[in-house]
């Protein structure tokens, strides 16, 4: 595991388009936290470091946003579904199994559809004795299939201190 402290919104953006110089494609990233942690600001890193063109925007409406980058990424929101058997319905399991980099929030509503091995983010809030906000992100291999990437990560010469 893996656990970085970011201080902004941009900083946590920053890690995202970090982690995407190291996602292979194929991977599931899931996204979890409480509302307004910083789920879709790390999504948007992770579309910029694929080098996305188009805006990204929440899926929360849509359930499922597709963006074409240097590998195809889907960009999903679980909040919204009553029940699993609705993603089931959108085909969501199609998009784990493809070519592409799947980014899911609030995957814990669709757990038993999710594959044996992702890449699970959990972003939590934190606030300073000052009450200044911080997030502390932990990255975990889940299925232990993608402890290279976090790898790749600790050991990635971009990182600033």
């Known amino acids: 595991m893996l656990t970085i402290r970011t201080k902004s919104p941009e900083e946590t953006f920053w890690w995202g388009e970090r982690l995407a110089a190291h996602l292979p494609p194929g991977i599931v990233v899931a996204l979890t936290g409480e509302l307004g942690a910083g ?76 594959p044996d091995s992702y890449l699970k983010i959990d972003i939590q809030k934190g606030w300073e004795p000052s009450g200044d906000e911080f997030r502390i992100l932990y990255f975990m291999d889940v299925g232990r299939k993608w402890a290279n990437v976090i790898g790749a990560l600790e050991n990635d010469e971009n990182i600033r201190d």
């Open 39 to 114: 789920k879709t600001s790390f999504a948007k890193g992770v579309a910029q470091g694929l080098k996305v063109q188009e805006q990204i925007t929440s899926p929360t409406f849509t359930i499922i946003n597709e963006y074409q980058g240097t590998y195809p990424l889907y960009h999903m929101d679980a909040y919204r579904l009553e029940e699993e058997k609705d993603l089931e319905e959108l085909g969501m399991e199609e998009y784990f199994y493809s070519s592409g980099i799947t980014l899911i929030e609030w995957p814990e509503r669709v757990a038993s559809i999710l």
